[in-house]
């Protein structure tokens, strides 16, 4: 029997994703235009045997969310900028400490208070450079309601693969977006969990590369008992300060997602069989550059889109492949140019780059996109 659509919100979606892939703890503040995630979270969880929990402010939600983790359950917080900004700190710690976790930022216009319940895709290089140090980083951006059911699951499913925080990066528009949408079966999904240890307490090490670049990870309160620390650290957890094991661990850490690229990289062509002119975009200003490219073709035009459903990791082979054939290049976003200035630097010389940079809270228009392409020709 055919399952009947039902109208979901953005915000609702990435709350029953979540639960739907395991999560059972959110800790949280509430922070337009994310505050949704949370109360669609408060309802949700309990019904299923999970702990919501709302948190003086946005550091020690991130916090919780991180101890939860640590002690076995698959754990989500949600924010917007000036909320992500604060959480940095903990983020660090999450990488360094290689503790999973999924955080979701609905993205508003900044810097600082910035526009609170409009539009923006500001966060995108914080995503990527937010915390200091050098580190890898998994990001998501889904532009459609079904998109962000399956990347939130992917996101969680990164996040226990890899033992890191995963970002989802929506922007305002996506997450307040409501259709009717049929949802996958829940037998269909694939659910990863983390790697557990196969050795007794008294084996274990937290840290042990001897298991690969990813070491299994044991939970706390199941009889293992070890340190964890945002310093640098030895394969016990204990911190150490020497060189050659700093730098082999920084390396790992990079190596375990930039090995995997391939199969963290998703990305979507649109007409670009024959396409002279090539947009990048992502999220809900990749719509409104879909019906641009959809009237440009009326009108004869060859320009194509390559949209990011992961914004991080790029697919730099394939970015410079287009960069090295298209006549010109245009990339729509809400922000002052922050995908722009990256893909810029793969496109050197060899191609003419079209800026749309909005930050006024109002969606890029197809229109706006359409006359940026006939500029292009």
């Not at 710690?93 to 508003?108: K, Q, S």
């Not at 226990?160 to 990066?169: D, Q």
Request: net charge neutral.
């Amino acid at each position: 029997m055919k399952k009947s659509a039902r109208f979901y919100s953005g915000a609702e979606l990435v709350a029953k994703a979540a639960i739907d892939a395991g999560c059972r703890f959110y800790g949280g503040y509430p922070i337009t235009p994310s505050s949704e995630i949370a109360e669609f979270m408060s309802v949700m969880l309990p019904k299923v045997g999970g702990t919501y929990v709302q948190m003086e402010d946005e550091i020690a939600a991130m916090g919780t969310i991180i101890g939860a983790s640590l002690a076995g359950v698959k754990s989500l917080t949600a924010t917007s900028g000036p909320g992500f900004s604060l959480k940095q700190e903990n983020i660090g710690y999450a990488y360094m400490a290689e503790v999973p976790c999924v955080i979701c930022n609905v993205m508003r216009g900044g810097p600082s208070t910035g526009l609170p319940t409009a539009l923006a895709q500001a966060d995108i290089m914080q995503a990527k450079w937010g915390t200091h140090g050098d580190h890898p980083v998994i990001a998501l951006t889904p532009a459609y309601l079904e998109e962000i059911y399956e990347l939130t699951i992917k996101a969680f499913n990164f996040s226990e693969i890899y033992r890191i925080p995963v970002m989802l990066m929506l922007d305002e528009v996506i997450a307040h977006l409501s259709a009717a949408i049929n949802l996958p079966e829940k037998e269909s999904l694939v659910i990863k969990d983390r790697r557990k240890p196969s050795v007794p307490p008294e084996k274990y090490f937290p840290y042990d590369t001897a298991y690969g670049d990813v070491p299994p990870m044991a939970n706390f309160f199941e009889g293992y008992r070890y340190h964890v620390t945002g310093l640098s650290h030895d394969k016990t957890g204990f911190p150490t300060t020497d060189p050659e094991l700093v730098q082999a661990d920084q390396e790992r850490h990079l190596r375990k997602v930039n090995w995997k690229k391939n199969e963290i990289v998703d990305y979507e062509y649109y007409l670009m069989k024959d396409a002279e002119i090539v947009i990048f975009a992502y999220g809900s200003t990749a719509r409104a550059a879909r019906v641009a490219v959809d009237n440009a073709r009326k009108s004869g035009i060859k320009v194509g889109m390559m949209r990011f459903r992961v914004i991080w990791p790029l697919p730099e082979a394939e970015i410079l492949k287009l960069c090295g054939r298209a006549k010109a290049i245009i990339v729509p976003e809400m922000n002052m140019g922050q995908l722009s200035d990256v893909i810029e630097r793969y496109a050197a010389d060899r191609t003419k780059i079209i800026r749309i940079n909005h930050v006024g809270g109002v969606p890029i228009h197809p229109t706006d996109i359409h006359n940026k392409i006939r500029e292009a020709l």
